[in-house]
Antibody, heavy 120, light 108 residues
Framework: EVQLVQSEAEVKKPGESLKISCKGS????????IGWVRQMPGRGLEWMGI????????KYSPSFQGHVTISADKSTSTAYLQWSSLRASDTAVYYC?????????????WGRGTLVTVSS | ELVLTQSPGTLSLSPGERATLSCRAS???????LAWYQQKPGQAPRLLIY???SRATGIPDRFSGSGSGTDFTLTISRLEPEDFAVYYC?????????FGQGTKVEIK
C-alpha cells in the first residue's frame, strides 16, 4: 500500500530545535512533490511549502519562510521539516502530503500527521 | 496571496439532506486548480475533488464540485452519516497555495 509514514509526536521546550520526518515508498516519492501543512489546535489547514526531492526544488509560503526549513533525502525517500528555535505558537499537527509531479497539482496522499507540542 | 473564503462556517443538516458548500476566491484563477478535502476529527484530510469538478479515486458520486472564476461549490446530494466532517477548499494555481478556513457539516 502506498503511504507516507510520519515520525512520532514530539514534546519540546521553546528555543529547542526539532526535525520531523515523512517517509514514502519509492513509488510515492520519486517524481512527486511533497508538501507540509500545519494545523494548529482547533484551527484550519495552512500550506507551509513543498519540495521536489529529485532536484531539491523548494517553494515556501511567506508565512513560514525563515522559520522552518524543508528538505529531503531522495536516497531514503524521506522529507523533513525542521526548526532551529521552536516557539510555543509552533504547537500544532504537521501533515506531509504528496502532490503530483507537476507544480500545479493537488495533494492526493496524506500522512497521518505529527503532533508537535512546545511548552515550557 | 490568493484568499479563499468558505461559507457557511457551519452547516447543520440531517442525514439524507443536500449540502451546498461555497468557496469564493479573492481573485480569478484557473478553475482547473481548485480542490476540496474532507477531514474528520483526529484524521488527516482526504482528497475529494480536484480540478474543481473531478472526483478523486473512490469518492462516491453523491459528492460533486462545480464553479469557475471566483465562485466554487461542493455539493453532497444526500448526506450519509459518515459525511459529517469539516470540508476545505484549496487552490493550487498560484504560490503560496492557500486553503479556505473550512466549513463544518454537523448533524442537526
Amino acid at each position: 500500500e502506498v503511504q507516507l509514514v510520519q515520525s512520532e509526536a514530539e514534546v519540546k521546550k521553546p528555543g529547542e530545535s526539532l526535525k520531523i520526518s515523512c517517509k514514502g515508498s519509492e513509488n510515492s516519492f520519486t517524481n512527486y512533490w511533497i508538501g507540509w501543512v500545519r494545523q494548529m489546535p482547533g484551527r484550519g489547514l495552512e500550506w507551509m511549502g513543498i519540495i521536489y526531492p529529485a532536484v531539491s526544488d523548494i517553494k515556501y509560503s511567506p508565512s513560514f519562510q525563515g522559520h522552518v526549513t524543508i528538505s529531503a533525502d531522495k536516497s531514503t525517500s524521506t522529507a523533513y521539516l525542521q526548526w532551529s528555535s521552536l516557539r510555543a505558537s509552533d504547537t500544532a499537527v504537521y501533515y506531509c502530503a504528496r502532490q503530483g509531479p507537476f507544480l500545479h497539482s493537488y495533494f492526493d496522499l496524506w500522512g497521518r500527521g505529527t503532533l508537535v507540542t512546545v511548552s515550557s | 496571496e490568493l484568499v479563499l473564503t468558505q461559507s457557511p462556517g457551519t452547516l447543520s443538516l440531517s442525514p439524507g439532506e443536500r449540502a451546498t458548500l461555497s468557496c469564493r476566491a479573492s481573485q480569478i484563477f484557473a478553475s482547473a486548480y481548485l480542490a476540496w478535502y474532507q477531514q474528520k476529527p483526529g484524521q488527516a484530510p482526504r482528497l475529494l475533488i480536484y480540478g474543481a469538478s473531478s472526483r478523486a479515486t473512490g469518492i462516491p458520486d453523491r459528492f460533486s464540485g462545480s464553479g469557475s472564476g471566483t465562485d466554487f461549490t461542493l455539493t453532497i446530494s444526500r448526506l450519509e452519516p459518515e459525511d459529517f466532517a469539516v470540508y476545505y477548499c484549496q487552490q493550487y494555481g498560484s504560490l503560496p497555495r492557500t486553503f479556505g478556513q473550512g466549513t463544518k457539516v454537523e448533524i442537526k
